[in-house]
């Protein structure tokens, strides 16, 4: 058999064998199938938020924690079972990622209007781009048609999420493997710009760091002593943590960053200059980071046969 031959029935079979790829979403991939999909998530995103307006950073964190775990599958959702341990439990979520409830409630409203059709992926994809639209923030695309995994994995998740005490090289390394540029990373990292974190994330920064403005580090050391209440809470946006802006650049600028991860991107660093553009220029700072919010949503999704469409995200089917 001449190696043309060879060449093309190897091409062909590497196309018919093709891996699920980002090539397959689309923003219209729910238009004939359940037209009321997105409208129903907004719907319960846009109620949950009013309720608690935490609830939208906390929406908006599921989304990157589950999209850096083998991909943006809903494995971050999945309750552990008998034959694996999954994300929930792994220290960057336990005690720390909520909103599972609020995505069980908008999962039940998109059965009821078109049953085993939207994934739990792509709910969570969308109800984060609608926590950041009610907050705020900018509006975007969000590309759909992801599926369900049927397993999660506890390593995977507590070896790919980077910590807070993360530097800035470690940063764009953790991002550069998912696919994701520093550029992206730095804009994606605005997000802090809403929510809270727990004490025992930034503790070491506001106890053994010095880039860190003084009375803004004994403000906090306040309510989160060197030892226990490792639970209490604190703004990641000490200007303002309900509204999606680009103050957590601004913030940055005057060492007031929460995290050691926070601080490290305006520390004389190569990401400065980015900080310093984003503190000025909010419409910059929106246009980057709703390009860089698909670029995740594009990690490794499962796509046309893979997966599956769970009933309830908690569970495979």
Same mark, same amino acid.
């Given at each position: ?93 336990? =005690?720390? /990622?909520?909103?599972? *409830? $609020? ?5 039940? +409203? ?7 059709? #939207? ?111 490792? =639970?209490? /809470?604190?703004?990641? *946006? $000490? ?5 999606? +802006? ?7 600028? #005057? ?63």
């Amino acid at each position: 058999m001449g190696s043309n031959v060879l060449v093309t029935l190897f091409l062909f079979s590497f196309s018919f064998f093709s891996v699920p790829s980002a090539a397959d979403l689309s923003a219209s991939f729910y238009e004939t199938s359940c037209p009321d999909a997105l409208s129903t998530i907004k719907s319960a995103v846009v109620s949950a938020v009013s309720k608690e307006k935490r609830m939208g950073a906390s929406l908006l964190r599921l989304h990157f924690h589950d999209c850096f775990v083998n991909g943006c599958d809903g494995s971050v959702l999945l309750d552990d079972t008998s034959t694996f341990t999954g994300e929930k439990t792994a220290p960057p979520n336990n =005690n720390s /990622l909520r909103g599972f *409830d $609020v995505i069980d409630t908008i999962k039940s +409203d998109v059965e009821s209007v078109c049953a085993q059709t #939207v994934s739990c992926a792509d709910i969570v994809a969308v109800a984060a781009r609608d926590s950041i639209v009610a907050l705020g923030g900018p509006n975007y695309d969000v590309l759909l048609g992801r599926r369900d995994s049927t397993t999660a994995s506890f390593a995977a998740a507590k070896s790919d999420i980077p910590p807070p005490s993360s530097s800035l090289s470690s940063l764009i390394s953790s991002f550069s493997v998912k696919g994701l540029s520093t550029n992206d990373m730095i804009a994606l990292s605005g997000a802090h710009t809403i929510g809270k974190a727990r004490c025992v994330s930034f503790r070491p920064h506001i106890y053994n760091d010095t880039n860190i403005n003084d009375s803004y580090a004994e403000k906090l050391q306040e309510n989160c002593p060197e030892s226990g209440d490792d =639970n209490n /809470l604190a703004s990641l *946006d $000490v200007s303002t943590d309900d509204v999606f +802006d680009n103050y957590y650049y601004k913030n940055l600028k #005057v060492e007031k960053g929460l995290l050691h991860s926070d601080q490290v991107l305006y520390n004389n660093g190569s990401a400065d200059s980015q900080v310093s553009k984003y503190s000025s220029d909010s419409a910059q700072f929106f246009s980057d980071f709703t390009a860089a919010m698909i670029n995740m949503g594009n990690i490794s999704p499962l796509t046309g046969s893979s997966g599956q469409i769970r009933t309830n995200c908690r569970k495979a089917n």
